[in-house]
């Protein structure tokens, strides 16, 4: 299998190609599909999260055909049966992550990309088509940021979190967000939303609007994938207690509890006020 990096630039201009087009429809995005799930962001569907899938599907097969695939839409999918069951390398995706912000033509969805090696998390790239922006990060290198012109690592810049908001997101932690609420600007991605706070989703930990980010299940396509970006650049994710977390050596597509701080001093500081 080729070089990780090599993966990861091949898909860079892929990511912006599919954002492209992503954008484009969004406002002529029809009545929306739906799936199962416990509240609206989970059940929603839209032709761009299955077309934006195949897309990177067939980017995949033509590639890298020895590596195997896995997608959120992979029940909708008709390439599944043309990857090989076990591939020491596979490449995961969230086609549109932020279903629901983008069928409501809002701007805080994102494509994210994962390579695993081995059940490894090797790199997850994520990419921002409105602001036209990417963030990774690549196991061994660090993490970057870069514009859409992107095409290497070298092209991009160092990047890391930004502390001192004391804004703590969370999503299926309701004991949790009550305790924080105490110390922490703290709301609920769901039950909270506010379509002024124009939210980037863990993306914000870059921005310094963002400290914090508690979850009793992460899916590891999008908020699992975001953190492993920001343990690369600077920040601290953990278990709720604050034990470190092995999804990030044996990767799958599984939720997990997560808890994720800009800084450790502030992981520290959600800790403890979580225990009290």
Known sequence: MPAITEMVETYLPVLVTAGDYARRIQPRIGSPASKAGQNPWVQALTDADQSVQTFFELTTLAHFPDAGFFGEEQEHSRNTGYFPADAATKVWLDPIDGTWLYQNQRSGWQIILSITRDARLMAVICYLPVSGRFNLAVRGCGAFTGGRDSRTLNDMQPLATRSGSR???????????????????????????????????LNDLFSGRLDGFVSQSCDLLDWGALGYIVANAGGVVSGLDGRPLDIYEDFSARSSPILVGSSPEVHQRLLTDLAG
Do not use: S
């Open 167 to 201: 804004v703590c997101v969370g999503y299926q932690a309701p004991a949790e967000l009550a305790k924080l609420r105490r110390n922490w600007h703290a709301f609920d991605i769901v039950n909270d939303d506010d379509p002024q706070r124009d939210f980037e989703n």
